[in-house]
């Protein structure tokens, strides 16, 4: 325990390190345990910052490109959250203890079940993870104040910028599979116009078409 103790310790300042400074991220990351959110077979390396491989051919990003999206976002207590992409829940988690309420929409049905499992184990309960096509988004759940995807896609499906609230912010890799794509964000004016904004380069998994969950 001690040991894990002060891995953990080690683990933020380490983010601290990579210029991560905002206070209520950090506070965050402390307290969702990453072992639990990666596969058995990980939980002695959970703290490395590196993206480790999941179910479903999936992966979970390292946790200093977690806590930079996060910050991103810039997130307050009484924001709605929708989260495009799920995979282990850890994302999930992390924006569970910065915003009143997070909605996740997860292709893989083995994945959603599991994320659902682990965030249960842990308490969390203003996370709501749905099955589902991540490209409609939840129309019946919007506005979102801010909007996180985490698979990439050449450009932001249209229903998903639509969701976003006046004011709010929405963050995407952009770009095609397999290769570079850049973080953007996009800021919705309440007068209609549309800043972007790019971020920093980055390699995800992609946004996968359909409207049928995947067993």
């Known amino acids: 325990m001690r040991k894990r103790e002060k891995t953990r310790n080690e683990f933020i300042s380490s983010l601290r390190k990579r210029g991560i400074d905002d206070k209520r991220v950090l506070a965050a990351m402390e307290k969702v345990p990453r072992e639990r959110f990666v596969e058995r077979e990980h939980e002695d390396i959970a703290f490395s910052d590196q993206a480790l491989p999941i179910a479903c051919g ?87 104040d801010r909007i996180m995807l985490t698979a990439a896609a050449l450009r932001v499906p249209p229903a998903l910028m639509g969701q976003l609230a006046d004011n709010g912010i929405l963050i995407a890799p952009l770009g095609p599979p397999g290769e570079i794509q850049m973080l953007t964000r996009f800021t919705k004016k309440a007068s209609g116009v549309l800043e972007t904004e790019e971020l920093m380069a980055v390699r995800f998994v992609p946004l996968l078409p359909g409207t049928k969950p995947v067993s």
């Open 58 to 144: 999936q992966t979970i990003s390292q946790p200093s490109l977690v806590a930079a999206m996060t910050a991103a976002l810039k997130i307050a207590p009484e924001h709605k959250i929708l989260e495009i992409g799920t995979g282990s829940g850890y994302q999930a988690a992390i924006l569970s203890h910065l915003a009143h309420k997070i909605v996740s929409v997860e292709r893989f049905s083995a994945l959603a079940k599991i994320a659902r499992e682990r965030l249960g184990e842990l308490g969390i309960g203003n996370v709501t993870v749905i099955e589902g096509d991540g490209a409609e988004g939840l129309p019946g759940e919007a506005p979102f």
